[in-house]
């Protein structure tokens, strides 16, 4: 039996492009963007603002019941972060929250607690959903899974010019540091590691501006989905 909705998996290492892409894609084919990083990294925010020691896994799985996390969208379809009422869309894009979401991230607790969010997200709507485990744990039976990755300094490189635009202060070579040890992090860690699922179509995007990779990437939607949101006519 067909399902209701439709879902696409983007699963790869940070840095590869995955929420900007998986958010140009979603809006052209007309699906509900879902950037299951923007969750981890709301619970990682609220780690951290409540001065949790990095080793103490067991509190940061005590405080899950207290939080209050909302995906929500604005009218521009983009997706939105709200923690306790508080719309920390912005927040969570900071270097320190990203080292947190890694941590988290790890916490078999609080997967286990984003799990049921996630799904639910694909039960109501055809999505792009783009993060680590999602082509292998919240959306196994996905319609399309893809494996976006790209060279670590290309990724590092990405991670440096961004952080420059929102003004942040910035090494290079401390950021292909820390994007080697995440990805060390996510790939090495017990719960849900990052791998590429066996039925996962690879994209790679070293050495590729946006509009390449863009198209890439709609170019497999289309051969394996075939006509969707009026694309491809
Ligand atoms: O994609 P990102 O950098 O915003 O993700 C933040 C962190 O969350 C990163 O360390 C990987 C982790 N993550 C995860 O473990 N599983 C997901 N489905 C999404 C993100």
């Known amino acids: 039996?067909?399902?209701?909705?439709?879902s696409i998996a983007i699963d790869g290492p940070s840095g590869a492009g995955k929420?900007?892409?998986s958010g140009q894609l979603a809006r052209a084919i007309g699906y509900l963007h879902v950037d299951?990083?923007?969750?981890?990294?709301?619970?990682?925010?609220?780690?951290s603002r409540r001065a949790i020691g990095k080793e103490d896994a067991q509190a940061v799985a005590a405080m899950l019941p207290e939080l209050d996390i909302q995906v929500r969208y604005g009218p521009d379809g983009?997706?939105?972060m709200v923690l306790d009422g508080e719309d920390v869309t912005e927040a969570i894009r900071s270097h320190a929250v990203s080292e947190w979401a890694s941590i988290v991230a790890a916490i078999p607790a609080v997967r286990a607690f984003l799990l049921d969010t996630q799904r639910k997200l694909a039960q109501s709507h055809d999505v792009i959903m783009d993060g680590r485990d999602i082509g292998t744990v919240?959306?196994?039976?996905?319609?399309l899974k893809i494996f976006l990755t790209a060279q670590?300094?290309?990724r590092a490189r990405r991670r440096y010019l961004e952080l420059c635009q929102r003004g942040e202060q910035a090494?290079?070579?401390q950021i292909l540091q820390d994007v080697l040890r995440r990805d060390r992090q996510d790939m090495e860690?017990?719960?849900s590691p990052l791998r590429q699922a066996p039925d996962a179509v690879v994209a790679d995007t070293t050495g590729k501006g946006r509009e390449e990779s863009f198209q890439l990437l709609l170019k497999l939607v289309q051969t394996h989905l075939g006509e969707v949101g009026g694309v491809g006519r």
């Open 1 to 6: 039996m067909r399902r209701a909705y439709r």
């Open 19 to 21: 929420s900007s892409l």
């Open 36 to 47: 299951t990083g923007a969750i981890y990294r709301t619970v990682g925010l609220a780690a």
């Open 78 to 80: 983009g997706q939105r």
């Open 138 to 143: 919240v959306l196994p039976d996905a319609d």
């Open 152 to 154: 670590p300094k290309d």
């Open 171 to 173: 090494d290079e070579e």
């Open 189 to 191: 860690r017990a719960a």
